[in-house]
């Protein structure tokens, strides 16, 4: 099992940026793939992102491909989600995801708000 706890998030205006962070423990934090979600009111659980347990590839959605950057830091068992030209769109509870199996996500922080507005 992996504990994963969510900080960063806040409130930003459109075209602002946010930082993430997601601080791992539990199972060795290279044995595991990471991934950012959101879920915006109303809506459905949607993936953001995701990174390797090397740290080399990683993947986007296509609504946040080219604004949103992951990353891994293997010394702090922590992970990253560099948010930048946010918008309104983007508003929503960011939600870590450590990987048991691959395209399995099954442990999960608690989640942090990330508001965009004019």
């Known amino acids: 099992q992996v504990h994963l706890a969510e900080s960063g998030g806040g409130s930003v205006q459109i075209g602002g940026s946010l930082s993430l962070s997601c601080a791992a423990s539990?199972?060795?934090?290279?044995?595991?793939?990471m991934g950012w979600f959101r879920q915006a009111p109303g809506k459905e659980r949607e993936f953001v992102a995701t990174i390797n347990r090397s740290g080399i590839n990683t993947s986007y959605a296509d609504s946040v491909k080219g604004r949103f950057t992951i990353s891994r830091d293997k010394t702090k068992n922590w992970v990253h989600l560099q948010m930048n030209n946010l918008k309104p769109e983007d508003t929503a509870i960011y939600y870590c995801?450590?990987?048991?199996?691959?395209?399995?996500?099954?442990?999960w922080g608690q989640g942090t708000q990330v508001t965009v507005s004019s």
């Open positions: 995801a450590a990987e048991s199996r691959p395209g399995q996500f099954d442990s």
């Open positions: 539990g199972r060795p934090f290279s044995t595991y793939a």
